[in-house]
């Protein structure tokens, strides 16, 4: 697990974090961090997924809802994230908490999503 919360951390997560592989948490919420989601940050063991209250924008990588069928855990609250609600987040099975409120999301709810 990595938990980066609650400092003043800038800048972007690395493009390529193959050390993160093995990974259940990737947590770096309550930072100054920005720029995109690179897509290595996720693999079949996260599980927990806590990105809230930066400056993150753009839309989710595909990645998150294939690369990632366990995730239980997701926290993007508090960014700029932007399109439609992604209809994956119905792929995601174990699904126990979803915070995406605070973003740029527009559309309507994807059904999948219950």
């Given at each position: 697990s990595l938990y980066l919360n609650n400092n003043n951390l800038v800048g972007t997560?690395?493009?390529?974090?193959?050390?993160?592989?093995k990974l259940t948490?990737?947590?770096?919420?309550?930072?100054?961090?920005?720029g995109t989601?690179?897509?290595?940050?996720?693999?079949?063991?996260l599980?927990?997924?806590d990105l809230d209250d930066n400056n993150f924008h753009g839309t989710l990588p595909s990645e998150m809802f294939t690369s990632s069928l366990g995730l239980a855990n997701i926290d993007i609250g508090?960014?700029?994230?932007?399109?439609?609600?992604?209809k994956?987040?119905?792929?995601?099975?174990?699904?126990?908490l979803l915070y995406i409120q605070n973003n740029k999301f527009v559309?309507?709810?994807?059904?999948?999503?219950?």
């Open positions: 997560i690395p493009t390529s974090p193959e050390n993160l592989s948490t990737f947590s770096v919420g309550n930072n100054g961090m920005d989601i690179p897509s290595g940050i996720f693999h079949p063991t599980r927990n997924l508090g960014n700029a994230f932007e399109g439609t609600v992604p994956g987040f119905g792929n995601l099975t174990n699904m126990k559309g309507t709810l994807p059904p999948e999503l219950f």
